[in-house]
T-cell receptor, first 113, second 111 residues
Framework: NAGVTQTPKFRILKIGQSMTLQCTQD?????MYWYRQDPGMGLKLIYY???????DKGEVPNGYNVSRSTTEDFPLRLELAAPSQTSVYFC????????????FGSGTRLTVV | GQQVMQIPQYQHVQEGEDFTTYCNSS?????IQWYKQRPGGHPVFLIQLVKSGEVKKQKRLTFQFGEAKKNSSLHITATQTTDVGTYFCAGDGGATNKLIFGTGTLLAVQP
């Protein structure tokens, strides 16, 4: 049971480039989330999904896009990368709404130069 | 919008000393969760509290949910070096489908 798997673990992007952060979970969780964590800071919600085909914005969605075509996968797309998007990105999943603990992936450390 | 604040932001203790972090929400919470993040790692779920005034224990860790369901605390008795990390609380106001994470408390333990 792998839990939540994120790839890549590290990435350096140039300003203006685009990339997709991959997230896959094997726990059959309906709810999935993307957070970013800046150095020494808390977790900010970017986007979330309550099931396949359904996504919604979180606190800081600008500059990102998501899709949820299957229960297992929830990729995060960065278009036209900017230095402000330098951060650690965590994907998480949960069985239900906020009454269930979240399982986090190991994160993707992204640097935009 | 809903805000969840934690104090202190940072605490340095000697091994064996006790430690407490406090979590305060701007709105009433339906539940509160606590997570631990080791340096360089990812958040790991510790526990959830749902009832007003609820107290739960996990070995040396004691978690409490306030009577008004707007605050919570985590107390560690006799800290060990393995307790090092950032402790986050996270709450849901009940009208949303997601948790709002607190600002976190970084605990450093000196042997």
């Amino acid at each position: 049971n792998a839990g939540v798997t994120q790839t890549p673990k590290f990435r350096i992007l140039k300003i203006g480039q685009s990339m997709t952060l991959q997230c896959t979970q094997d726990m059959n969780h309906n709810y999935m989330y993307w957070y970013r964590q800046d150095p020494g800071m808390g977790l900010k919600l970017i986007y979330y999904s309550v099931g396949a085909g359904i996504t919604d914005k979180g606190e800081v969605p600008n500059g990102y896009n998501v899709s949820r075509s299957t229960t297992e996968d929830f990729p995060l797309r960065l278009e036209l990368a900017a230095p402000s998007q330098t951060s650690v990105y965590f994907c998480a999943s949960s069985y239900g709404q906020a009454y269930y603990g979240y399982t986090f992936g190991s994160g993707t450390r992204l640097t935009v130069v | 919008g809903q805000q969840v604040m934690q104090i202190p932001q940072y605490q340095h203790v000697q091994e064996g000393e006790d430690f407490t972090t406090y979590c305060n929400s701007s709105t009433t919470l339906s539940n509160i969760q606590w997570y631990k993040q080791r340096p360089g790692g990812h958040p790991v779920f510790l526990i959830q509290l749902v009832k007003s005034g609820e107290v739960k224990k996990q070995k040396r860790l004691t978690f409490q949910f306030g009577e008004a369901k707007k605050n919570s605390s985590l107390h560690i008795t006799a800290t060990q070096t393995t307790d090092v990390g950032t402790y986050f609380c996270a709450g849901d106001g009940g009208a949303t489908n997601k948790l709002i994470f607190g600002t976190g408390t970084l605990l450093a333990v000196q042997p």
